[in-house]
Structure formats: C-alpha cells, structure tokens
C-alpha cells in the first residue's frame, strides 16, 4: 500500500483553506483544513504527516498554536510550514525559532507551495530512515518495514517478531480476509504445528497494544481477519 501523506491545513480564510486541500488532494495527499486554531485542536493534531498554519488568525495565532504542537509529544515531531501575509525579517525568525521547517508569504503560488511541501515531506522522511517503500501508514498507525518496527503517532509500540508480522500482513491489503490457517502458513515455521487459537492470542495482543486503531482489526466469523481502512 502506497503512503499516503495526511496533511492539516490550518487557515481562517475558509476559501483559501478550500483551495489548498482540492489542490493536495490532486497531488495525492490526504488533506484536513480548520478554520480556526481552535478548532484545529478540537479535531485532534496527532497522527498528521505536516501542519500548514497561517501566523494571523482570531484568537489564538498560528505561532501559538505551533508552540502548543512543539510541546505536545505527539506532536512535537510533525513539521510545520507556515503560511502568512506577515514576512518582516522578525516573522521569520519567530517562526524557525518555534520549529518551523518552512516559512511561505503570501499571497503564493499554488505550484510553489505544492514543490515546498514536497521538499518538507521528502526531507522529514530522510531524517527518519522513512521511504513510501519501507513505510506502510494508515492515519498515525506506522510500520517501517526496513526497521521492523511500529509507531503511533510518532511513539514506538513494542511487539514480538509474530505479531509485527500478523500486523504488516494486514495492513500491506486492507479489506482482503485472511484464514486463521492463511496467517499460520505465511508466518509460522512449516515445522512447527500451531493452533488456530495461536493467531487468536497474537491476534488479541496486536488490539491491546495499537489502542483506537484495534477496531480495524476485524474477525469474519468462520472466515478469519481484516483491516478495516
């Protein structure tokens, strides 16, 4: 499964924040907008691959609310462009000093800004170790391949060799059932006889440690298990 980027898009000009999604979402991104910061964080910030942010904005200012994602730890790693009417010398500065990985005037172009947050993502994966082929992502559910590991949100999630295995089995084909017996073919030693309870078991463990996303893990009775994108 391709990654897909989810990108929230912060802007109290309601047009502007219409725009910017139909235009992400062209090029592939899963775009959210909010037309406040406070409505942003309503929704919940976490799980979101960048934050675009107007500076200017009623009640709380988009550096506010970039302070409050920067000591938030789940989402303290996500990165931030900011997009702003206000570009003195000092703007600037306050923006990069609060975290900011890129800092747009406006008015902008659509074109520029689609190749700078490219460059934003392209660049914040490299720091990662993450590429759309090592990373299988629905929402802030991750897991590198390449690494052998799984995140939410940003926070790794300890699991066994087996259950990491059942979870990328899952996740790599949304929607498609596997059989208990598909599952044991694939991960288990041919030498080694297992239980259809075995996946059951592993299959419970995977639900207890990936919290709101267990739901997604879901049983076909007489049939086996699914990913519910």
């Given at each position: 499964?391709?990654?897909?980027?989810?990108?929230?898009v912060?802007d109290?000009?309601q047009?502007?924040c219409e725009?910017?999604?139909?235009?992400l979402?062209i090029?592939?991104?899963?775009?959210?907008?909010?037309?406040?910061?406070?409505?942003?964080?309503e929704?919940?910030?976490?799980?979101y691959d960048?934050?675009?942010?107007d500076v200017?904005?009623?009640?709380m200012?988009?550096?506010?609310l970039?302070k409050k994602?920067?000591e938030n730890?789940s989402?303290?790693h996500?990165?931030i462009?900011f997009?702003t009417a206000?570009?003195?010398?000092?703007d600037?500065?306050?923006?990069f000093?609060?975290g900011a990985?890129?800092?747009?005037?406006?008015p902008?172009?659509?074109?520029?800004?689609?190749?700078r947050?490219?460059?934003?993502l392209r660049?914040?994966?490299?720091q990662n170790?993450?590429t759309?082929?090592?990373?299988?992502?629905?929402?802030?559910?991750v897991i590198?391949?390449?690494r052998?590991s799984?995140?939410i949100d940003?926070?790794?999630?300890?699991?066994?060799k087996?259950?990491?295995?059942?979870?990328?089995?899952?996740?790599?084909?949304?929607g498609?059932?596997?059989?208990r017996?598909e599952?044991?073919d694939?991960?288990w030693?041919?030498?080694?006889?297992v239980?259809d309870?075995?996946v059951d078991?592993?299959?419970?463990r995977?639900?207890?440690k990936?919290g709101?996303?267990s739901k997604?893990?879901v049983?076909?009775?007489?049939?086996?298990?699914?990913?519910?994108?």
């Open positions: 499964m391709e990654k897909k980027y989810r990108i929230l912060v109290d000009e047009d502007l725009i910017l999604r139909f235009n979402e090029e592939g991104y899963e775009a959210m907008t909010a037309n406040s910061a406070e409505e942003a964080l929704m919940g910030m976490a799980g960048l934050f675009l942010l200017m904005m009623d009640g200012s988009g550096f506010a970039a994602l920067k730890d989402t303290s996500i990165p462009i997009l206000r570009d003195t010398e000092n600037t500065v306050t923006g000093n609060l990985d890129d800092y747009i005037a406006k902008f172009s659509i074109r520029e800004l689609l190749l947050v490219k460059a934003v660049r914040t994966a490299a170790g993450d759309d082929e090592e990373v299988i992502r629905y929402e802030g559910l590198n391949i390449g052998k799984v995140s940003g926070v790794d999630v300890p699991m066994t087996t259950e990491f295995e059942l979870l990328y089995m899952l996740l790599k084909e949304p498609r059932v596997f059989s017996q599952l044991i694939r991960i030693s041919k030498d080694v006889y239980l309870r075995t078991v592993n299959i419970t995977i639900r207890k990936i709101e996303y997604r893990i049983t076909r009775l007489g049939f086996g298990y699914y990913f519910d994108a």
